[in-house]
């Protein structure tokens, strides 16, 4: 399959799970609790599809410290994300959650330049405003709740978080092979998701409420990230992600239509399409 195809299948998946996961949140009584019952569908799918298609034959692990230290700082970035996933799901539409989310683009970059010493340039500036930009237009408004700031409060931080997973994945993979980080990927962030203690009862409220449901959200979300990584094995980053992040500007549009997300409309789409245009400059 070429990897025109397997961006555009990632692109698909990942709207899919914006949306979806919106839908699911918005009734959720316990947003971590979710996120844990999530996490351990994720992880299970993701470990199964590790085996099924081989790739536990190449398995290996680095004994060097700093691996490990870089796996674990990045476990604990993406189970922060995981914590309040779902309740800025619940608190905000998902195309201002997917707007707002941009900002892990712009922290992975801006951690790059210091981490892994990547040039500076004109486009990566501007790419960089024009998705604060687009934070602005989708946080601002004179009729915003209360529920609503804290959702965009909860949404930049957990994006800040993500982003410093993101940057912290290129050393990761130095490392690692591809299957078997991504494999750990998956496990580590669990234990930081659920400490320093969930009530089972709130876990299982979770579990009986979504049902299959939350079954299929994590199947999308662990085979878009596998699309997106066989993308990238077979052409430049800088021509993958750019396609991928069209799901941002689908997810604003699908939102409007099918979860009839309809308050503030120009500015959402306008938002939307600056945070696609920042994220093509940065990359």
């Not at 796996?71 to 995981?82: N, T």
């Not at 982003?163 to 998956?186: A, I, Q």
């Not at 549009?253 to 399409?273: P, Q, S, V, Y």
Request: proline share 2%.
């Amino acid at each position: 399959m070429s990897w025109l195809l397997l961006s555009i299948g990632a692109t698909l998946f990942f709207t899919s799970l914006n949306l979806l996961q919106r839908v699911l949140a918005t009734d959720a009584k316990h947003p971590r609790a979710m996120g844990i019952v999530f996490n351990l569908y994720a992880m299970f799918i993701a470990i199964t599809i590790f085996f099924v298609m081989g790739a536990f034959q190449n398995f290996e692990l680095p004994s060097a410290p700093v691996a490990w230290a870089a796996l674990i700082a990045a476990s604990f970035c993406y189970a922060m994300f995981e914590r309040g996933r779902f309740l800025a799901a619940q608190l905000l539409d998902a195309s201002v959650f997917t707007t707002i989310s941009q900002v892990a683009v712009v922290v992975a970059f801006a951690g790059a330049l210091f981490i892994y010493n990547e040039t500076l340039s004109v486009e990566k500036i501007v790419g960089s405003l024009l998705i604060l930009v687009a934070l602005l237009l989708v946080s601002y408004s004179k009729s915003i709740g209360i529920s609503s700031k804290k959702g965009i409060l909860v949404a930049t931080v957990i994006s800040i978080m993500l982003g410093l997973g993101w940057m912290l994945d290129k050393f990761g993979t130095t490392h690692f092979n591809p299957e078997t980080y991504s494999v750990l990927v998956w496990t580590i962030p669990i234990i930081f998701v659920y400490l320093p203690y969930v009530k089972t009862s709130e876990i299982v409220t979770e579990f009986k409420r979504t049902s299959w449901k939350i079954v299929v959200l994590a199947a999308i979300n662990v085979i878009g990230y596998l699309l997106q990584l066989k993308a990238l094995g077979l052409a430049e980053a800088t021509r993958v992600i750019p396609i991928i992040q069209i799901s941002t500007l689908l997810t604003v549009l699908l939102g409007i239509i099918l979860l009839k997300e309809r308050d503030n409309l120009t500015k959402k789409i306008f938002a939307g399409i600056l945070a696609v245009i920042g994220a093509y400059l940065l990359i």
